[in-house]
């Protein structure tokens, strides 16, 4: 999607991941430790915050749990690709439904929008949100080296 505004320049700060997960456990989880992969973490619940969080967070990428009270991970993509500002965020699905859902499989039809099956492990994760804001063009700087967790 190209939108007619001009980027702001997001060099020198690291990468922002917008964590939607409605789940508290495994929110406030990856809230916490993604910081040490190098990223700048903002946590949301639903797809309601997920809207104010793409204009004040400007996140770099979004990893979302595919099973949201109320809405999907379909309706989410949907949401971030109709956006005029963040409708290039790439957004990654966080789920451990099985991959033949026909939702799940509809939203992996979207741009730039990824799998990644739970449980996943740290390293994992962290190279796959890596390689997501590599491609996006608008996003900051690549993030610091990966810290031991």
Known sequence: MTT????RPRVGRAP???V???????????????????FEVSLVTDTVALEGALETFEPDVILADFRLRGEDGLDLC???????????????????IDPRNLRLQEALTLPRVTLLLKPADFQTM??????QISQN???AE???PLRSV
């Open 20 to 38: 939607v997960e409605d789940h508290r456990y495994l929110g406030g989880l990856l809230r916490d430790v993604l910081p040490q992969g190098g």
């Open 137 to 139: 063009p608008d996003a």
């Open 16 to 18: 922002r991941v917008l």
């Open 4 to 7: 007619g505004s001009v980027p």
């Open 142 to 144: 690549t993030a610091t």
């Open 78 to 96: 949907r949401k971030v690709r109709s956006h005029p500002l963040r409708g290039d965020v790439p957004v990654i699905l966080h789920t451990a």
């Open 126 to 131: 962290v190279a796959l949100l890596r390689e």
